[in-house]
């Protein structure tokens, strides 16, 4: 049993945890400081331990992916003939399947503002669920882009996403709460990536819609008229970004199969506010639809009607700094033939104006609906980094030969 004193000690954690957001910047710290905070890390890591029972996997293989390549028609039959005559062990066989990689934020979690000890809690242990990772067949969840290219080919699909996720720069160090909630930044998340013990084949990022909370970044005087520090986070952002997507782009390079990487630019912040401006009419005339709606302008001060406008300004000149990285990196990295790098706009050009997409709590995250469209949206986009793998998203067919059943809602 906890000791009562812990448990004092965890509400005041989620105390704490209830005044900032886990999107709050990483910062600068001293040697003390850190060692306090390692220390309360740790202690809480202890106390929760029993969390990671109910915590899903974060990489999935496809559950019939044995019968699949046992197919004489499989392109990987000759690789199921080696594991059957024992020149390769299973885990072996599972390495030749394509794998998928995904980088992001709480955008691409099945995540959501609610209570601060909810939060927290799902942060920590909320896994898959998700537009990119869901395994549930049954129709009213989401027809995940894991599941989409399952229909394309057995594969291994895994989600490096954390809720909070901040493109920022290397110096920084994560804040205590985002470390309490195993919030993970895009360098992190890239570290894993290229430290995996099978790179992947292709490998995804949504990331960055947490640094457009400018409000935090810059000072009252500032904040009186941004333009000149909105270009100056922009800048950060896409230096930052080009830092960390050089790391992956170089390690990509070095193995001998093809790797695609596609970077999607943040979401449509304009539709968005339209929708949240329904959110808000309909959370005054009722105040239980939408019930955190007035808790998510006070975690992200971004999203506050008087910060709207600016807000969405950021998120176009991060999506141009987005590009222009992409291409230069394109021009920088030709001497890696085997990379195919592309920057899509396919999850930015959403039209978001429709509340049915958003949680009926927070209207901010996805909901199912919202889940299952961003996920045709990404499965169309990648078509031709699948194609480059070797991977062909037209033929979505089921393993028993007839076309996969489409999940009616």
Same mark, same amino acid.
């Given at each position: 049993? =906890? ?26 710290? @001293? ?31 496809? *559950?019939?992916?044995l019968e699949r390549l046992s197919d004489p028609s499989s392109k990987f039959y000759r690789y199921y003939l080696n594991y059957k005559e024992g020149r390769i062990s299973r885990a072996e066989l599972v390495q030749r399947l394509p794998h998928i990689a995904m980088v992001g934020d709480s955008l691409s979690k ?15 242990? %909320? ?19 894991? %599941? *989409? ?32 909630? *195993? ?31 400018? !409000? ?5 005087? %500032? ?25 992956? =782009? ?7 199969? &093809? ?31 939408? &019930? ?46 085997? !990379? ?54 037209? @033929? ?14």
């Amino acid at each position: 049993m =906890i000791h009562f004193a812990k448990w004092g000690f965890l509400v005041s954690v989620f105390g704490l945890f209830a005044s900032r957001s886990l999107a709050q910047g990483v910062t600068d710290q @001293s040697v003390p400081a850190k060692i306090a905070e390692d220390t309360i890390v740790d202690l809480v890591n202890t106390v929760l331990l029993f969390d990671r029972l109910f915590t899903r996997p974060t990489t999935e293989t496809s *559950r019939d992916y044995l019968e699949r390549l046992s197919d004489p028609s499989s392109k990987f039959y000759r690789y199921y003939l080696n594991y059957k005559e024992g020149r390769i062990s299973r885990a072996e066989l599972v390495q030749r399947l394509p794998h998928i990689a995904m980088v992001g934020d709480s955008l691409s979690k099945n995540f959501y503002i609610s209570s601060p000890a909810s939060m927290l809690w799902r942060a920590r242990t %909320e896994r898959q669920k998700d537009w990119f990772l869901d395994t549930d067949p049954s129709p009213r969840s989401v027809d995940s882009l894991y %599941e *989409r290219v399952d229909e394309v080919t057995p594969l291994v699909a895994t989600e490096y996403s954390t809720a909070g996720g901040l493109v920022a720069p290397g110096r920084a160090t994560e804040s205590l709460i985002r470390r309490l909630a *195993r919030t993970e930044n895009l360098r992190r998340q890239i570290t894993r990536v290229t430290h995996a013990k099978r790179f992947p084949d292709v490998v995804l990022l949504w990331i960055g819609h947490n640094n457009t909370d400018w !409000v935090k970044r810059l000072t009252e005087a %500032e904040r009186s008229d941004p333009s000149k520090g909105l270009r100056w986070l922009a800048r950060e952002f896409g230096a930052s970004y080009a830092d960390e997507l050089e790391v992956l =782009i170089d390690r990509a390079g070095k193995e001998k199969h &093809p790797v695609a990487v596609v970077v999607f630019g943040l979401a449509d912040f304009r539709t968005f506010f339209e929708m949240r401006r329904k959110a808000a009419a309909a959370h005054a005339r009722d105040p239980a639809r939408y &019930p955190y709606y007035e808790a998510t302008c006070r975690y992200f001060e971004a999203l506050q009607p008087a910060n709207q406008e600016n807000t969405t300004q950021l998120g176009v000149m991060m999506n141009e700094e987005l590009r222009k990285m992409v291409a230069r990196l394109r021009r920088q990295r030709q001497t890696h033939p085997n !990379v195919r790098l592309e920057y899509s706009d396919a999850l930015s050009r959403i039209n978001l104006n429709d509340l049915k997409i958003f949680s009926s709590l927070d209207a901010w995250h996805p909901s199912i609906l919202g889940h299952d469209r961003l996920a045709k949206t990404a499965f169309k986009a990648i078509a031709p980094s699948l194609a480059f793998v070797g991977v062909n998203p037209k @033929s979505r067919r089921s393993v028993r030969g007839h076309v996969a059943q489409v999940k009616v809602r």
